[in-house]
């Protein structure tokens, strides 16, 4: 199932499967059936359907939205190697800690609540109605470095658009793994047929204004004194690519 596709169910119980799983994230089986109060025998046909139709997938005796994220990529440089590949619901922690990491002082903004989201969910991957989300992360010995985050709205005079956070631990920086995360997004991106990314970072951040401007994007307009740190303002500097 492309993620881009409205989510469209012919039986309420194959309907009620999928959102208790797509609000838990990943789920054993047995949880989400007797949750539902379902027979194991229906249980098990209506799930069956649900990954025919790549809406689920299973992994063991789990349950997961399915995404089409490709496959997992392989880097090396002098100095690390370095995996990038669509995150996983036990991802989740490692990930939230290296958003929180990474961003130190809170110079990025959008990236700080996104981990704030997440953390508070307990939910990795998301696709409903209202939105959805995806993730790629940048793995060094299993361990998060890095990440790309999709969020795409399912408005349909939004749904052209994603928005899209980018970021590496200090430590990683200089490997070319930000750069190689940032084509990993735009290239989903533009594989399920979005047309713009957006971003908003404060003017403080003048590291991540300068990557993404090295990469094609473009500052759509600023917004004076949008941001206080402490007793300091800041601008927020609108950024977007044309796909």
Known sequence: MEITEPLQFDHADRRDIYDYVESHGEVKSDTVRKALQMEPRPFGHHVAILQRAGMVERDGDSIRIAYEGGDAQEFETEEVEYTIRQAKQEDLQGLVGAIRAAIGSGAYVDA?????????????????????????????????????????????????????????????????????????????????????LYNSVPSTNQDAIDFLEAHGWETEAVREKHYKFDDEYADEVMMAKAL
């Open 112 to 196: 700080e609540t996104l981990a704030d989201i997440i953390d508070n969910e307990g939910v990795l991957l998301r696709h409903n109605e209202l939105e959805s989300r995806i993730f790629f992360v940048a793995c060094v010995d299993d361990d998060v470095v890095g990440w790309v985050h999709l969020k795409h709205p399912e408005i349909e005079k939004l749904s052209h658009t994603a928005e899209l956070t980018v970021g590496v631990l200090v430590q990683f920086r200089g490997q070319g793994i930000g750069a190689h995360l940032l084509e990993r997004g735009t290239e989903w991106a533009t594989d399920h047929g979005y047309e713009k």
